[in-house]
């Protein structure tokens, strides 16, 4: 075993260092001198956001500084942007709710391109998804009319989606969780850890069955909401003497951190992990743990590791919760 363990861990950081360096090709181009914005800090319990995040901040940190001005999406001040950043770039944060699907995030995402012509806005790596042509359209207009945006996507359909429907440069990029370093994986406890989303991306129904083995279940959208209070209280004490936007930079950090470490121990738990979370199966790759990925609701996961990762030797995908069964108890001997 520690041997396999050490196997899997070398995979996993030659893995990382290659994703570091495409996404340093994709994105350092689009850098310059002037100060920046990074906005829509995901300041909601979704580990996934908070590994984009913190893989963003990580990229920033080595090929630039930190941004000028950063904000949540309920507290996001236009003005104070402008007076940070003058006609400096907008970069918008990661994930994949460009499109239909996370409607608050679209809203804001239309607004500043209403609001901001000609000023550079760069989308840092999304999944695109649209339910309606409407919505497409809208988002076209909003783009052409702007001028001066580029899109990263994470896959080859959301690729070719973009460039047929949007007028502005489109580039194919890995997801900005796989910037961070190889992660440190935690003592298991059980054989199997199931992360199985319970929200409307959902795909995959029913309860696993392993006899003769030791697995737990669970989603990680439920945090301790006492204990982000004081970690937000702790990085108020901490980062005195720091103007409004580094201690506010600093505070998002750790809070993406906590949520980082919540999301590190529920998938160390098992030996092997089964989830239907595209940041289940990007974090499990760094941190080296054997897993199966079942797709979402419309192929997120899928057009993710077809376009990155399907190479990996610990990732099984399968189809069916009885298939993905399988593939863990074969993961597992």
């Known amino acids: 075993m520690p041997e396999q363990l050490t196997l899997q861990n070398t995979q996993s950081s030659n893995i990382v260092r290659g994703f570091r360096d495409t996404i340093s090709d994709r994105i350092k181009p689009l850098l310059n001198d002037h100060p920046f914005a990074l906005l ?69 995402r239309l607004k500043l391109l209403e609001r901001f012509r000609d000023q550079p806005i760069v989308q840092l790596p999304q999944s695109i998804f649209f339910d309606n042509y409407d919505a497409v ?38 997801d900005m969780a796989l910037y961070m370093e190889p992660l440190e994986r935690l003592t298991p406890s059980h054989d199997f850890y199931y992360l199985m989303r319970t929200d409307f991306e959902r795909s995959v129904r029913g309860k696993a069955d392993h006899p003769g083995h030791s697995f737990e279940s669970g989603d990680w959208l439920t945090e301790d909401k006492l204990q982000m209070r004081m970690t937000a209280a702790t990085a108020k004490l901490m980062d005195f003497g720091h103007s409004p936007n580094a201690a506010r930079v600093l505070k998002y950090d750790r809070l993406a951190n906590t949520r980082l470490k919540r999301g590190i121990a529920s998938l160390s738990s098992g030996r092997v992990v089964v989830t239907d979370r595209l940041h289940g199966h990007i974090l499990s790759t760094l941190l080296g743990i054997p897993h199966v990925a079942l797709d979402n609701s419309y192929g997120k996961l899928q057009n993710f590791i077809q376009a990155w990762t399907s190479e990996i030797g610990f990732l099984r995908t399968a189809d069916t919760l009885e298939e993905a069964q399988a593939l863990a108890e074969e993961l597992l001997s």
Not at 48 to 62: C, H, V
Request: net charge negative; with cysteine.
């Open 40 to 108: 829509d800090f995901p300041d909601h319990s979704n580990v996934g956001d908070s590994a984009i995040w913190l893989g963003e901040t990580q990229f920033f940190a080595d090929h630039a500084k930190p941004p000028a001005y950063t904000s949540k999406l309920k507290s996001h001040d236009s003005c104070q942007m402008e007076q940070a950043i003058g006609d400096g770039t907008i970069f918008l944060h990661g994930g994949g709710n460009f499109g239909t699907i996370w409607k608050s995030h679209q809203d804001f």
């Open 137 to 174: 359209d809208e988002t076209a207009r909003a783009i052409e009319q702007h001028g001066n945006f580029t899109l990263l996507v994470r896959d080859q359909r959301s690729l070719e989606f973009s460039r047929c429907h949007f007028q502005c440069e489109v580039f194919l990029c890995p």
